[in-house]
């Protein structure tokens, strides 16, 4: 309290290797706010939150971040006169690095594992379930839930010989307003039937890793 600041922004690059980073988002102008650390009040601004996902188990480094600003505080002429604001100095700040041990996930994975962690729910909607030989089928698979969203891959989908299955196009909606990355991905399918008769797929199966049940789990559609 009683330190000004303006002018505050990154002063360079920042790295964290060995994770996928998923930027948060924070407000343009931050308005301060009051905390207290260790006993002690003092006013904060958020200038960045960023999501880390490790990529790879062992000890993780993730680099200190370096900010510029500018500081005003109050002088004084002679013991027990006014305060007076000084002038507006420049300050370079640096974090601590950081280290973080990460787990290897349990082995052996389910068939339909393919890194998703997290929380998740899956909806599959075909667009027909009767058509013409040749006639395309959409079908949507849409994954929701929190976790590493941006980095799944399309779900285990196999469909008879007899038809044609082609590679998906994919939408991400990633919500960044709070502490986890949350949202949804959509993968749009098209299948298109090469013969006549009733066709039978197999169940579409999706697996993820819950770290907070501290399992796999697997989610399957007919």
């Known amino acids: 309290p009683g330190i000004r600041l303006r002018h505050s922004h990154l002063a360079d690059s920042w ?112 667009e027909a379930d009767s058509v013409s030989v040749g006639d395309p089928v959409p079908v949507t698979v849409r994954i929701r839930g929190t976790g590493n969203l941006p980095t799944i891959s399309p779900p285990q989908f196999d469909p008879p010989n007899a038809v044609a299955v082609y590679e998906p196009t994919v939408e991400t909606d990633v919500r960044r307003n709070g502490r986890r990355i949350r949202g949804e991905k959509t993968f749009a399918y098209t299948l298109v039937p090469r013969a006549g008769g009733r066709h039978d797929g197999t169940p579409i199966r999706f697996s993820y890793f819950d770290p907070e049940a501290g399992r796999y789990k697997t989610l399957r559609a007919e």
């Open 15 to 126: 790295d964290a290797p060995g994770f996928w980073r998923e930027e948060l988002n924070v407000a343009s102008r931050p308005r301060p706010q009051t905390r207290r650390v260790e006993g002690r009040r003092y006013e904060t601004v958020v200038l960045k939150r960023v999501a880390l996902f490790p990529t790879r188990p062992g000890t993780l480094r993730v680099d200190p971040l370096r900010i510029e600003t500018e500081a005003q505080g109050t002088v004084r002429m002679r013991r027990g006169g006014p305060a007076l604001r000084g002038r507006f100095e420049p300050v370079r700040l640096a974090s601590r690095s950081l280290s973080m041990r990460v787990r290897a996930l349990p082995a052996p994975s389910p068939p339909a594992f393919n890194g998703a962690v997290g929380q998740f729910s899956m909806e599959v909607r075909p």
